[in-house]
T-cell receptor, first 118, second 116 residues
Framework: AQKITQTQPGMFVQEKEAVTLDCTYDTSDPSYGLFWYKQPSSGEMIFLIYQGSYDQQNATEGRYSLNFQKARKSANLVISASQLGDSAMYFCAMREGASSGSARQLTFGSGTQLTVLP | DTGVSQDPRHKITKRGQNVTFRCDPISEHNRLYWYRQTLGQGPEFLTYFQNEAQLEKSRLLSDRFSAERPKGSFSTLEIQRTEQGDSAMYLC??????????????FGEGSRLTVL
């Protein structure tokens, strides 16, 4: 089974509007971490936001917030006030195991291509 | 620039040739990862090192692939007898192991391989 599922291959949003990118995950490990990365056309993966499985509050980083619904195993990324520079590929990823002490690497989803329209 | 650097950024080779990629991680990072990414897909894990020890290898890493991190600093990924299916972006990432941090990976800009 897929560990990380991103069901939206492509999304469009109008500049200044908010957009939600979906991510569901599958793990039996009670300790895990969820990450979102942005990959512009230049290719570099840029870290955006992190949510730990035991974190009580949803993570926020500037215009990025993570809508974490543990029972549904979803970790959707919300981008508020979209900008043209937000156009990129967005990847959800999961690390199984507690914090950086886990021996496990990140597993990535297949990504969502976001296009911000002027 | 103190980020992760990869060299070369682009490599075009003929089928059957050997290629080697180099990755210089962030200096204080003790973990180093190699991922492969094909067009329109997410990165797929290949292998990772903690210091100089190679701790895990994916089944994607066939016997034509070998990775080293001899002194626990830079790493090389060699592909022998390249095949057209090896054409991909090879991404290197580094992280800090231990302590109270998220285990976030810091990625380089990747080395794009094209096998003709």
């Amino acid at each position: 089974a897929q560990k990380i599922t991103q069901t939206q291959p492509g999304m469009f949003v109008q500049e200044k509007e908010a957009v939600t990118l979906d991510c569901t995950y599958d793990t039996s490990d009670p300790s895990y971490g969820l990450f979102w990365y942005k990959q512009p056309s230049s290719g570099e993966m840029i870290f955006l936001i992190y949510q730990g499985s035991y974190d009580q509050q949803n993570a926020t980083e500037g215009r990025y917030s993570l809508n974490f619904q543990k029972a549904r195993k979803s970790a959707n990324l919300v981008i508020s006030a979209s900008q043209l520079g937000d156009s990129a590929m967005y990847f959800c990823a999961m690390r199984e195991g507690a914090s950086s002490g886990s021996a496990r690497q990140l597993t990535f989803g297949s990504g969502t291509q976001l296009t911000v329209l002027p | 620039d103190t980020g992760v650097s990869q060299d070369p950024r682009h490599k075009i080779t003929k089928r059957g040739q050997n290629v080697t990629f180099r990755c210089d991680p962030i200096s204080e990072h003790n973990r180093l990862y190699w991922y492969r990414q094909t067009l329109g897909q997410g990165p797929e894990f290949l292998t990772y090192f903690q210091n100089e020890a190679q701790l895990e290898k994916s089944r994607l890493l066939s016997d034509r692939f070998s990775a080293e991190r001899p002194k626990g600093s830079f790493s090389t990924l060699e592909i022998q007898r390249t095949e057209q299916g090896d054409s991909a972006m090879y991404l290197c990432a580094s992280s800090v192991y231990g302590g109270d941090n998220t285990g976030e990976l810091f990625f380089g800009e990747g080395s794009r391989l094209t096998v003709l």
